[in-house]
Structure formats: structure tokens, C-alpha cells
């Protein structure tokens, strides 16, 4: 097994998992340019990490466990303290791989999302999305901005403006509007097989923000974009003792009762 070490230079918990490795005999390779030769791919810091990795890995179809060394993350959903348990998980094969849905953006910018392609105000006014799935017309959104989210993404911003939670081997996208001005638009979940087009209009001509994933860019009035699911899927690694549901209880605190705090 030959492993890709992903990790910022800079993470002072980096000789922490070299450590681990190496007492396990686990063969590894620190930031490699690319993914030929590897068999797996090790995310080691956040959730931004973790998405620098998936970029890497491009269409290798190479899985990625991501080990979280920060507060947060649900992607690096392996926590800090419990590293040696996943390695040895990994290096026994007592895993599993799950699929998930990636986004392909194309029209006025062009990329891969891994959770989620949004479009937003640049400055104080609100914009206007058209949107229209499958060819047919469904509304405008005047919002501050428009979050379209794969199932990964539902933890990520998509839940900040009120978008459900999908467990990850939903094959959906969610639509959800930031800060609607008609409080009737609510968050639209539909299949993962849908072409998703969005129109942005400004006021007096302004521009908008577009971003996928943590990259973001200025486009001009009346710039459209197609959505679509990638042809490639994001494999991620689950270790054994490693759930989405414990992930939820552990980091969002589900189930606890803040009275028992008093």
C-alpha cells in the first residue's frame, strides 16, 4: 500500500501522523505533485485541506480519508485522537469506500465542486437568479445569493442559510437561497441526475460573486452558468469505527440536552 500525504507545510500536528505511519511501516509520500503510483490518499488538516486533496487526485479515482487536525471539519471527519485507531483500521483493510456526487460548473467559470457552487451579491444590493432545471423554468430567486449543494456540501454553507442535511450517499442536489426577499423560496432538493442553469442579474449593471468549493471569482451582469453531475465520483474512505451519524453527534452535538449544563 503507497500512500499520498496531503498536509499545509505549516501544521505543527504534521509530525504527529509521520509518527503514526512510520511505526505502522506504512509507505507515504509527503505533497506529491500527483497521484500516479498511489493507492490511497491521506487529507491530513481541515476541510480546505481536504478539498486541495480532491483537486489533486483529479480523475485517479483514488480514495481519501481525511483526518481532521483542527476544531471542525466533517469532510476530515477522523478526529486528532483517534488517528492510530484509523491507521490501523486502514492498514488491516477494515474500511469501506463511499461514492459521492461531484459537480461539474461550466458557463462562466468552469470547475468541480465538491460541495457546493454558489452565486452572490458583490456589495449591498440583492441579485436575481433565474433558475431552471431540466430545461424548464422554475423561478427567479431575488436573494442575497444562491447555494447549489451536493450531499457532502449539505454540512458545509448549505446548512448555514437553513438547507437540510442529506447523509452522503444521497444522489441529490440542493438549491437554497441566502437571504431570499420572498420568504416562500425555500431550499429545493432535487435528483443528482438534473441539469441545474442559473442567470444573474444586478442592479445597475453591477457584477456578482461566483465560487466553488473556496474559490471564488467576479463575474459580469447577466453571466449564466449549467450545473451538472461530474462524470467522475469522489471516493472517500469511512474506517470502521468512523460513522456520518457519530460525526453529527460529535460535532454538531446532536441529541445533547443543554439543560443537563445548568
Not at 511501516?25 to 498511489?38: C, I, K, M, S
Not at 436575481?128 to 450531499?151: F, H, K, M, Q, R
Not at 426577499?181 to 453591477?206: A, C, Y
Amino acid at each position: 500500500m503507497k500512500i499520498a500525504l496531503y498536509s499545509r507545510p505549516e501544521n505543527l500536528s504534521l509530525p504527529i501522523i509521520t509518527d503514526e505511519l512510520r511505526r505502522r511501516g506504512l509507505d507515504f509520500t509527503l505533497n506529491p505533485e500527483g497521484p500516479a503510483g498511489y493507492d490511497l490518499a491521506l487529507s491530513f488538516g481541515g476541510d480546505g485541506t481536504f478539498l486541495s486533496t480532491v483537486r489533486k487526485m483529479g480523475e485517479s479515482h483514488i480514495p481519501i480519508l481525511g483526518i481532521n487536525s483542527g476544531r471542525l471539519g466533517f469532510m476530515a471527519a477522523v478526529a486528532l485522537e483517534d488517528i492510530g485507531k484509523a491507521l490501523d483500521e486502514l492498514r488491516d483493510g477494515r474500511f469501506t469506500i463511499e461514492e459521492r456526487t461531484l459537480l461539474q460548473v461550466a458557463g462562466g467559470v468552469k470547475g468541480l465542486a465538491v460541495n457546493e457552487f454558489t452565486i452572490q451579491k458583490d456589495g449591498t444590493a440583492m441579485v436575481s437568479v433565474e433558475i431552471g432545471i431540466d430545461g424548464e423554468n422554475v423561478a427567479t430567486y431575488w436573494a442575497d445569493g444562491v447555494i447549489v449543494s451536493t450531499s457532502t456540501g449539505s454540512t458545509a454553507y448549505s446548512m448555514s442559510v437553513g438547507g437540510a442535511i442529506l447523509a452522503p450517499g444521497c444522489r441529490c442536489l440542493i438549491l437554497s437561497p441566502i437571504a431570499p426577499h420572498n420568504l416562500n423560496i425555500r431550499p429545493l432538493v432535487v435528483p443528482d441526475t438534473s441539469v441545474v442553469t442559473l442567470k444573474v442579474m444586478t442592479r445597475n449593471g453591477e457584477g456578482a460573486i461566483a465560487t466553488i468549493d473556496n474559490r471564488e471569482c467576479l463575474v459580469a451582469d447577466g453571466t449564466a452558468f449549467e450545473l451538472a453531475k461530474a462524470p467522475h465520483m469522489l471516493r472517500v474512505i469511512r474506517p470502521a469505527g468512523n460513522s456520518f451519524y457519530k460525526t453529527l453527534r460529535n460535532k454538531l452535538l446532536w441529541g445533547v440536552d443543554a439543560r443537563n449544563n445548568n
